[in-house]
């Protein structure tokens, strides 16, 4: 490609709103241009990185037994309220009205659409198993569109879902996913981990999150230090280690703490160590009050709150909420004598604090000596808490450590979630009708591009990786008005091309520190520069990501390029 005939935008200054690497360096490496929050257009440079790693996403399902369809991004209303989505999917999906008033979603996943196309075509487990994919634009109105690609409103995603007539069929399935994923992120050539993560709203079971490992990462994963574990810490379960202290129980206290409301606080003015402070929290689970209890040093999990109700809305009770449920406002709010409207839940933690302090449900005032079991109305104690740096790993093994990470893909046992409520069925081997078995698995393609140059960049721009660059070779010519150079510079990017390499060719009239500078910003792995030793038959070679220069006469050219490329 001529570099005079494209289009690169490259722009110069950090551009302002652009505060994560992957962003500001595809816009100003000319990739692509934000038209509106959360959506852009993905120029040349961008549209053929898309293709390269759609290409390996295509080649890895393939092998993996999955074939490619296209659905419409453009979908019924009926189909979203048959499987109960239309109700609780929220602000996210975008709706719309056709000129008929008819109601329509655009795409935001395509769960709806497969169940419903299977259903009316697959009658008998003979059919069985089948695994469909597509490549394609999503839509979800985010509530914080952000970091340009990372969190998109427009984004282009790789869907798969599978149908079975049996768990084992759909156990063996999700495998050969999981080996597909971990062969496509492998070949992008990023620095990933597959975490254990939630289940969550989709109602399934086992579900593997493909994090990129990255400090702008949004979600966290607690590793073990010794072992493979490794969890988005939303979901990992905290060991049960807590030993009561031999100290005598005293009776309980009621002090006065006047304006200590934070645990640091009340641990300050009460001489108090945090962890014998009882954390207490009203939450609404699904428009019920309950009260939460963790150590004062530790923090809830909401999601474990939901998977303990198989809840759908977990949230914080308002301060008015507070008010009127316990009688005071959050600050002095504890577990003794609460109304038994309330129920209230305990971390395995606060169990083992002997002479604890609490709210005391009145303003101003703490109680001390708080024997959880003695004092207060548990209904259950449980895992509530967020796992920490420096607790037990899960399965025993090792010490738990934290790293951010950026899912760009996500595996997941759906079950009978949709076949159920929007009747997907077949016939098994005795004639009798059984909702068809799920899974489904995403893969973010405009996520994945992002992710590979938030992990693949120095200070001068893009460096990319062989398997995903936009072009193997940048050929500059250094002085396009030099017609020997213009002339040797024209000949190399015919011989380049016949030689099967993908060249970008600079032939710019421009100056060569101008072309140089944005070469290092698009960060093509092989840059031959056409200079002033043309005239003797020799070019310089640089290899991007070492910075490493070499003057190579023309004989050697390919050779050396396509020792450089495969390293
Ligand atoms: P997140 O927790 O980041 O919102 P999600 O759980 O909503 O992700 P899925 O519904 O599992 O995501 O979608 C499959 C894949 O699509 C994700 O693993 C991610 O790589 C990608 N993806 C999801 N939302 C976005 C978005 N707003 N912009 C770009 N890619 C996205
Ligand atoms: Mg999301």
């Known amino acids: 490609m001529k570099q005079s005939m ?15 690497k992957s962003h500001q360096l595809l816009l100003r490496a000319g990739f692509m241009r934000q038209n509106a929050s959360g959506i852009y257009s993905y120029l040349p440079l961008a549209s053929i990185v898309l293709k390269k790693i759609e290409q390996i996403v295509r080649e890895e399902m393939n092998r993996a037994g999955s074939s490619e369809l296209l659905m419409p991004a453009l979908q019924q209303a009926e189909l979203w309220q048959e499987s109960g989505r239309w109700y609780t999917y929220g602000p996210e999906l975008m709706r719309m009205k056709d000129r008929h008033s ?39 109105d985010e509530k914080r569109p952000r970091f340009g690609l990372l ?20 156990d063996d399935v999700y495998e050969k996913m999981f080996q597909a994923y971990s062969n496509i992120f492998s070949r992008c050539g990023l620095n990933y981990r597959a975490v254990i993560a939630d289940s969550g709203a989709m109602g399934g079971k086992d ?50 703490t006047p304006d200590q409301k934070t645990i640091e606080e009340v641990s300050a003015f009460l001489n108090t160590a945090k962890d014998q402070i009882i954390k207490s929290l009203l939450f609404k689970v699904d428009e019920k009050f309950v009260l939460v209890l963790v150590r004062g040093d530790h923090e809830v999990n909401d999601i474990k709150i939901k998977n303990l109700y198989g809840a759908s809305v977990v949230e914080l009770a308002s301060a008015e909420e507070t008010k009127q449920a316990v009688g005071v406002l959050p600050g002095y709010v504890g577990p003794v004598a ?31 000596g708080v024997n959880i079991e003695r004092d207060a109305n548990v209904s259950q104690f449980a895992d509530l808490r967020f796992i920490e740096e420096g607790d037990l790993s899960p399965d025993g093994q090792g010490i738990i450590q934290f790293a ?32 068809m078995i799920m899974g489904c698995y995403g893969i973010g393609v405009s ?37 020997v150079q213009a002339e040797l510079s024209d000949k190399l990017y015919a011989d380049l091309k016949e030689a099967g390499f993908e060249v970008l060719y600079d032939d710019r009239i421009e100056r060569a520190g101008v ?26 070679v640089k290899v991007r990501k070492s910075g490493e220069g070499m003057d190579v006469a023309l004989s050697d050219l390919t050779g050396t390029i396509s020792n450089l490329l495969s390293n």
């Open 404 to 435: 951010k990470g950026i899912e760009v893909g996500h595996v997941f046992k759906l079950g009978t979630r949709y076949s159920e409520a929007m009747n997907a069925t077949f016939l098994d081997e005795n004639g009798r009708s059984q909702p």
């Open 207 to 256: 579900t593997h999150e493909f994090m990129v490992l990255s400090d702008v990462g949004e979600d966290t994963i607690a590793y073990s230090d010794t072992s493979q574990y490794a969890a988005n810490i939303e979901m990992a379960p905290v060991i049960n280690q807590y030993e009561k202290s031999g100290e005598e129980a005293q009776s309980l206290e009621k002090v006065e």
């Open 338 to 368: 609460v109304s038994s409207e309330v129920e209230i839940i305990a971390d395995m933690a606060v169990q083992a604090i002997v002479n604890g302090v609490c709210g005391a449900n009145e303003e101003n005032y703490h109680y001390t």
């Open 151 to 170: 969190r998109g409103r427009e984004f282009i995603m790789k869907d798969a879902y599978s149908f079975h007539a049996s768990f084992e069929s759909l």
């Open 447 to 483: 996520r994945t591009l992002a992710a590979i140059v938030e992990q693949y960049n120095d200070e001068k721009g893009i460096v990319w990786p062989a398997a995903v660059a936009p072009f193997q070779v940048h050929l500059i010519s250094a002085n396009a008005k030099n017609e």
């Open 102 to 140: 008819r109601e329509f979603a655009l795409g935001a996943t395509h769960e709806e659409v497969i169940t419903s196309l299977v259903r009316d075509e697959v009658k008998s487990y003979k059919r069985l198993p089948l695994n469909l994919f597509q490549i394609q634009s999503k839509f979800r």
């Open 515 to 540: 072309k140089f500078a944005d070469s290092d910003l698009i960060g093509i792995p092989v840059r031959v520069v056409v200079g002033k030793q043309a005239a003797d038959g020799i070019v310089e």
């Open 6 to 20: 494209t289009f690169i935008p490259t722009l110069r200054e950090v551009p302002a709103d652009a505060d994560i």
